[in-house]
């Protein structure tokens, strides 16, 4: 799976899919069509690429998919409605509503208002407990699940590790941390999790043999800060300023990977690490609910 | 609040029961009667013991309390339809399960059982999700709300602060974890959380400025262990055998007590230190239940 020292989050989340494909077939046999409703709220250009790609590597698998579009003015009371629409559809396995939401929306009102057995997204307070209880009968939020099963396929050794995680958002860096301190197989590990309060971050990755950088600060993690041989993940997206890039800008990591990558034992390019696998575990999920629903 | 350097918890838990007992009786004026039921299976003799203390307590406050004691070899089932009475009726805001419950009961599914709206243990996967998810409609498990509370007011300098937290168990370790990473007020630590498969406890417990022990072996925590002028907090409770004791055994937390305490900074004493909290904490969080039931 790896290239020199990369990890190939591409590579690994087509295997993912193809998994992901077969498990769509075996429902469709059995007469369960996997459906899921992307919501949108607003012209968000990155929301935008971000749903066609869902969208798009979704019909790749089988998956049917449809995409609400509400205007920017839209209230929190006209897309409670929607939920409650798709929530009692019985066609509708999963779920997603597109952040960052317009300011005058409350997220966390409107994920804890999707049905928790269609949130595919993992964000409802009760996967959220359940992934923190260690009951594995929730959904795992994708971005944090892509990076646990990045580590798992790339074959680093997690139980006993020293992780330090960057940042303590609700959609990576606290769940990263709920999933890998897990007394299971494939964690176990000793978890710290560092953020913009942090005394010294610098000298908790330095003794870290994983580093998740997740805080959103372009190019932190430099390779003074790096163990020789540590695995690091970068699951930053950052758009800089850059007058010689067509778009004027280009999107960087966490991670200054230029100078890092020489001295981790594996590290994920980005583009091309976590990236894919959050779409890989969406449609995993998904398909999972479709499975479940029938029960 | 500290005598020498001992966080006293029985002076802190006096001062929330006051609190607490103010409380109760504006919900008195209002037409309010607080009220929880424990429910008890079987006569595990520590059970006992701590509903005992808890129901006695509640009367000091002024809460309303009742005990179900069901024989050891009740079903799940059984359990379930008490749980279901207990959610249903409007005179009762707090409904208290007390663990262990007996191996062939599910706790889990019994904490998930109870209506998030009178869990008052905090147990419930939503309540657990909110915590995690900074959301502070949710009720706060009571043991480490309560060593929350104990650090607050013993003015420990949370914000910024190294803290090693042994033992990640469902009751104290992770749920304290949440507590301290979340960007808040006396929150925004830096937290490490270590259990039996951390590769050198003792190097985390050296570079902290706050252990919290709750792993559950006895006097687990020496002092060369401790950082000088560090906080200590003794979460454990382990029965050792004594023949010079009258019952044959004796009560030990997981922190070399003698021997740590002349180098900490403060320390809790145990007991009279987390023990008083847990049940000062239970007791706000069944007042709260009550207020927010009349809303």
């Given at each position: 799976m790896a290239a020199g020292n990369l990890i190939d989050g591409r590579a690994i989340a087509e295997q993912i899919h193809a998994a992901t494909a077969q498990h769509v077939s075996a429902l469709k046999s059995r007469g369960i069509e996997p459906k899921q409703v992307f919501v949108r709220v607003g012209e968000d250009p990155a929301s935008k690429v971000y749903v066609g790609m869902k969208e798009k590597t979704s019909a790749r698998l089988g998956i049917a998919s449809e995409t609400r579009v509400l205007p920017e003015t839209a209230t929190e009371a006209e897309l409670l409605t929607i939920i409650a629409q798709l929530n009692a559809d019985?066609?509708?396995?999963g779920i997603l509503i597109q952040a960052?939401?317009?300011?005058?929306?409350?997220e966390s009102r409107i994920f804890a208002a999707v049905s928790p057995d269609k949130d595919v997204d993992g964000f409802h307070p009760i996967n959220v407990g359940k992934l923190m209880l260690g009951d594995e009968t929730g959904f795992h939020p994708c971005t944090p699940a892509g990076v646990h099963e990045l580590l798992i396929r790339a074959d680093?050794?997690?139980?006993?590790a020293e992780i330090v995680i960057l940042g303590r958002g609700n959609i990576v860096g606290k769940p990263m941390a709920a999933i890998l301190c897990q007394k299971a197989r494939h964690a176990d590990a000793t978890v710290t999790l560092c953020h913009?309060?942090?005394?010294?971050v610098a000298a908790h990755c330095r003794r870290a043999d994983i580093i998740i950088a997740?805080?959103?600060?372009?190019?932190?993690?430099?390779?003074?800060m790096v163990k020789p041989g540590a695995v690091v993940v970068d699951v930053g997206v950052n758009r800089l300023p850059d007058p010689s890039a067509k778009s004027g800008s280009r999107l960087v990591g966490d991670v200054d990977f230029a100078n890092v990558q020489p001295i981790a034992g594996l590290i994920t390019p980005n583009?091309?690490?976590?990236g894919p696998m959050t779409i890989a575990m969406l449609l995993a999920n998904t398909t999972r609910a479709a499975e479940l629903a029938t029960r």
């Open positions: 019985r066609a509708v396995h960052p939401l317009p300011k005058h929306i409350s680093v050794k997690i139980a006993g913009s309060r942090t005394r010294d997740a805080m959103g600060v372009a190019e932190f993690v430099k390779a003074d583009p091309g690490g976590v």
